[in-house]
């Protein structure tokens, strides 16, 4: 069991926006956020493509953690959301694009 994302290498936020929409689901209380795959791991936590009937999707990834670092670890979630913004606008959300990586991502 993990906390589920989706690879930017395979897919665009705003595609999976309208992924849930197209779902019946609300994305309005969904969060997105970019976390770089370094980030997760130096937490000692992974990030693994795992296909899933909930968000059935070529890029739904999860954050796994591990025995000797679990997802429970209060202090790595503050850690890791440091680290990184939520985007809450349409323009900051458009800026990520399938296949930017670290090197060509837009935000800071």
């Given amino acids: 069991m993990g906390i589920s994302c989706y690879a930017l290498s395979r897919t665009s936020a705003r595609e999976v926006l309208e992924m849930l929409r ?33 968000f059935p999707h070529p890029a739904h990834c999860e954050i796994r953690g591990t025995l000797e670092s679990p997802l429970s670890n209060d202090k790595k979630w503050t850690r890791l959301a440091r680290q990184t913004r939520l985007l809450t606008t349409d323009e900051e959300i458009d800026s990520l694009r399938m296949g930017d990586t670290a090197e060509k991502s837009p935000l800071p």
């Fill in 22 to 54: 197209k779902q019946g689901m609300d994305p309005s209380g969904w969060a997105v956020c970019p976390i770089r795959v370094k980030e997760v791991t130096d937490l000692g936590w992974n990030a693994i493509f795992v296909e899933s009937s909930d």
